[in-house]
């Protein structure tokens, strides 16, 4: 990766954020040039959970568009330790750089699909199961936050906007 010259995009996660960074190779050092997490979300009006598919994707989706802005066209995905999961959060926060305009080797094969980026399967999953005493347990944070969980992806989409027009 470092004999490349290109900028690494590192994705780390724990359960409840996502951070996203661009890093430089310089002989002196790495210089990380953007960082984002997901955390950083609710200045956007994000209301779902850090740790999710949606939100890996709309940081991913962040830090790729600051890297642009920096001149920053091109990285190397660079996951760490974390085991390659296709579809997982890692791969959605890549996806989100390669969808705000960097070029970043990656197969379609390992990215997750565009229903599953939006947060669909957690809606689905919320309609599935709400009524019941697991409902109020699993989407505790959402609906602490006065949010239901159903309307993920419309959210989703609403924040990606207010992410554009900045």
């Known amino acids: 990766m470092l004999k490349s010259g290109k900028s690494r995009i590192v994705v780390r996660r724990s359960l409840s954020n996502v951070r996203v960074q661009i890093i430089s190779f310089y002989e002196g050092g790495d210089k990380t ?20 598919v949606p939100s890996a994707y709309l940081a ?40 705000a305009g960097m070029k970043i080797p990656l197969g ?27 409902y109020s347990k699993q989407f505790s944070f959402y609906l602490k936050n006065n949010f239901s969980p159903e309307d993920i992806p419309k959210h989703f989409d609403e924040v990606k906007k207010k992410i554009d027009s900045q």
């Open 33 to 52: 040039e953007v960082d984002f997490c997901s955390k950083s979300l609710k200045k956007y009006g994000w209301k779902g959970h850090g740790g999710s």
């Open 60 to 99: 991913g989706y962040k830090a790729g568009s600051e890297a642009i802005k920096k001149g920053i066209e091109e990285a190397i995905a660079d996951i760490g330790m974390h085991t390659s999961i296709k579809g997982s959060v890692i791969y959605a926060a890549i996806k989100g750089a390669k969808d």
């Open 108 to 134: 379609a094969d390992i990215i997750p699909d565009d229903e599953k980026i939006r947060g669909a399967h957690i809606a689905e999953y919320a309609k599935k199961i709400k009524g019941s005493e697991k």
